[in-house]
């Protein structure tokens, strides 16, 4: 059934492709034909409410996160609404359906986030494991690029000095998402589409500390550019085959969860490869932002540099921020004792034992 519904039913670029039901989904798709409800009945009250309660979990019946029930209720909306746009509804019923959707509970795990010491350790086992790639997970770890972000990267959108220990830039243009075939208007595997939650022609610079441009150089002195200057490309197929150049196709995100995974088996003992510690490529996102964050740099900053609102930045890690008690009790010490018109360290501040002195005229 699932297969039967996301290869022909729900799959308009497949049903463009040949009117007939493949014989393999004839059965399944006139069971739902048959079991399913007309849209007026979806639409009441009632079978509505089943219908978001059911997106609100997972298969195993564990609840969902709240950004998959977002992402899953927004598409129902949508097309609810573009039965009202066809005069199949007169309103849309979710407007007047008193449904909440379950808190947001995607605050970024401290357990994923690995420290400088060890980042520079994995980045370094990339380096032996598969040279390609170290530049693609350093851009991740030093600018907090999406992967996606970094697929899409060329080399003209580098700014990438020459001196020791200076700082450059990236230029993010776009991002290249994986959707398979029968999910893109072009036939292709890859897309290239807009920033995330951003216009289609905005851009964000993020910054490249030294370790990066370092890394970069490398990558470009060692490895052709693929069509377009794109950065990072497949270079080897199946087995491990090379690839002849031009390279046309973007990395291979396949490779890029195969390569991390043998670098942190290399480099992370038994307890902490078992453990959720950068489990992921995207944790290493998660561990440039927390950093920024705990180095002082002003939450607004931060949030232009990873392409967040700082609402999100400081929701999602709020938990990541950490040794930052004492520092804020100091900072609000001093302007309790600046509000009394004492400067701090002032052999005329009141001690401690000492009662502030008001005028006489005051009650």
């Known amino acids: 059934m699932r297969r039967a519904l996301e290869r022909w039913a729900f799959n308009a670029g497949t049903r463009r492709a040949g009117d007939e039901i493949p014989e393999e989904f004839s059965a399944a798709i006139r069971w739902?034909?048959?079991?399913?409800?007309?849209?007026?009945?979806?639409?009441?009250?009632?079978?509505?409410?089943?219908?978001?309660?059911?997106?609100?979990?997972?298969?195993?019946?564990?609840?969902?996160?709240?950004?998959?029930?977002?992402?899953?209720?927004?598409?129902?909306?949508?097309?609810?609404?573009?039965?009202?746009?066809?005069?199949?509804?007169?309103?849309?019923?979710?407007?007047?359906?008193?449904?909440?959707?379950?808190?947001?509970?995607?605050?970024?795990?401290?357990?994923?986030?690995?420290?400088?010491?060890?980042?520079?350790?994995?980045?370094?086992?990339?380096?032996?494991?598969?040279?390609?790639?170290?530049?693609?997970?350093?851009?991740?770890?030093?600018?907090?690029?999406?992967?996606?972000?970094?697929?899409?990267?060329?080399?003209?959108?580098?700014?990438?000095?020459?001196?020791?220990?200076?700082?450059?830039?990236?230029?993010?243009?776009?991002?290249?998402?994986?959707?398979?075939?029968?999910?893109?208007?072009?036939?292709?595997?890859?897309?290239?589409?807009?920033?995330?939650?951003?216009?289609?022609?905005?851009?964000?610079?993020?910054?490249?500390?030294?370790?990066?441009?370092?890394?970069?150089?490398r990558h470009l002195a060692a490895f052709a550019p693929g069509v377009g200057g794109r950065l990072f490309v497949t270079r080897a197929g199946r087995a491990g085959v090379p690839v002849a150049p031009p390279y046309a196709s973007p990395q291979s995100m396949g490779t890029v969860y195969r390569v991390w995974d043998l670098a942190r088996r290399e480099v992370l003992t038994d307890q902490e490869y078992a453990s959720p510690l950068a489990k992921r490529p995207y944790d290493l996102r998660h561990a440039a932002v927390s950093l920024w964050l705990n180095a002082g740099v002003p939450a607004t900053q931060v949030a232009e540099w990873a392409g967040h609102s700082v609402n999100v930045l400081l929701r999602v890690y709020a938990a990541c921020i950490v040794g930052q008690d004492e520092a804020s009790r100091q900072r609000v010490g001093l302007a309790l004792r600046s509000s009394h018109g004492f400067a701090a360290g002032s052999a005329d501040a009141p001690s401690a034992q000492t009662s502030p002195r008001f005028p006489h005229d005051q009650p």
């Not at 089943?50 to 097309?79: E, I, Q």
């Not at 005069?87 to 008193?98: G, V």
């Not at 060329?154 to 020459?162: F, M, V, Y």
């Open 32 to 217: 739902a034909e048959k079991h399913s409800p007309t849209l007026a009945d979806f639409a009441g009250a009632q079978t509505l409410r089943r219908v978001l309660d059911g997106l609100a979990k997972r298969l195993d019946g564990r609840p969902a996160s709240s950004s998959t029930v977002s992402r899953k209720r927004s598409a129902l909306y949508s097309a609810l609404q573009y039965a009202v746009e066809i005069d199949e509804l007169d309103l849309n019923p979710m407007d007047r359906l008193a449904w909440k959707p379950p808190p947001h509970t995607d605050v970024v795990d401290r357990r994923v986030v690995v420290n400088p010491e060890q980042a520079r350790a994995l980045l370094a086992a990339v380096r032996r494991i598969y040279p390609s790639l170290e530049a693609f997970f350093a851009c991740i770890y030093y600018a907090a690029m999406r992967p996606a972000e970094v697929r899409h990267l060329a080399s003209t959108d580098l700014a990438l000095p020459e001196g020791v220990d200076a700082w450059g830039s990236i230029t993010l243009l776009g991002s290249t998402q994986t959707t398979g075939r029968e999910w893109t208007d072009s036939g292709q595997p890859n897309e290239d589409r807009a920033l995330k939650h951003r216009a289609r022609r905005a851009t964000r610079v993020a910054p490249a500390p030294p370790e990066l441009v370092d890394a970069l150089h």
